[in-house]
T-cell receptor, first 114, second 114 residues
Framework: DGGITQSPKYLFRKEGQNVTLSCEQNLNHDAMYWYRQDPGQGLRLIYYSQIVNDFQKGDIAEGYSVSREKKESFPLTVTSAQKNPTAFYLC?????????????FGPGTRLTVL | AQSVAQPEDQVNVAEGNPLTVKCTYSVSGNPYLFWYVQYPNRGLQFLLKYITGDNLVKGSYGFEAEFNKSQTSFHLKKPSALVSDSALYFCAVSSGAGSYQLTFGKGTKLSVIP
């Protein structure tokens, strides 16, 4: 899982609560990404950031928010507006935001809504 | 829009036999193709990528993949399967047509039978 850490490993949320998932990297990578993984659906991009203080929506950004105040940190907030948040969330980074660069993934956070 | 298809949800192979995991793609512009592996409840690990040049790409753990432009395919192969190769494999594509996004297939579960 390289130099990317995600916490917590497991997270339980009650309906109506916002929760924040942490992602930190010590690889000095410029670009960072958040994906959602559901069984049988592969990975879907939620948000990505090419550089500090900048981020763009991915394919399924509704109900999520992010910030990129530091190069090494890219936290994801799952808001109460996200209707089906139970999933496995993966953070990734790449050295530069170019399409030929491989992405390095963290170990993931499994979010369950009670 | 770019897309990836992994036509087999599951592939079973006997230990010591060659394995193939299939992937086809669709992009505008030049494709950049990737294979990742995921073990249960873990993040994705990068195996190999095709950017340009030689159509046969060699990667980690003895895996290789062959890029076929006319068939728009990028199949993952290994000459002799190990039980420890059992995992979920994802093919992914990005392109030089202005997008930084990596699009993933739905994954293929590989089971190597002792």
């Amino acid at each position: 899982d390289g130099g990317i850490t995600q916490s917590p490993k497991y997270l339980f949320r009650k309906e109506g609560q916002n929760v924040t998932l942490s992602c930190e990297q010590n690889l000095n990578h410029d670009a960072m990404y958040w994906y959602r993984q559901d069984p049988g659906q592969g990975l879907r991009l939620i948000y990505y950031s090419q550089i500090v203080n900048d981020f763009q929506k991915g394919d399924i950004a509704e109900g999520y928010s992010v910030s990129r105040e530091k190069k090494e940190s890219f936290p994801l907030t799952v808001t109460s507006a996200q209707k089906n948040p139970t999933a496995f969330y993966l953070c990734a980074s790449s050295i530069e935001p170019e399409p030929w660069n491989e992405q390095f993934f963290g170990p993931g956070t499994r979010l369950t809504v009670l | 829009a770019q897309s990836v298809a992994q036509p087999e949800d599951q592939v079973n192979v006997a230990e010591g036999n060659p394995l193939t995991v299939k992937c086809t793609y669709s992009v505008s512009g030049n494709p950049y193709l990737f294979w990742y592996v995921q073990y249960p409840n873990r993040g994705l690990q990068f195996l190999l990528k095709y950017i340009t040049g030689d159509n046969l790409v060699k990667g980690s753990y003895g895996f290789e993949a062959e890029f076929n432009k006319s068939q728009t395919s990028f199949h993952l192969k290994k000459p002799s399967a190990l039980v420890s190769d059992s995992a979920l494999y994802f093919c992914a594509v990005s392109s030089g047509a202005g997008s930084y996004q990596l699009t993933f297939g739905k994954g293929t579960k590989l089971s190597v039978i002792p």
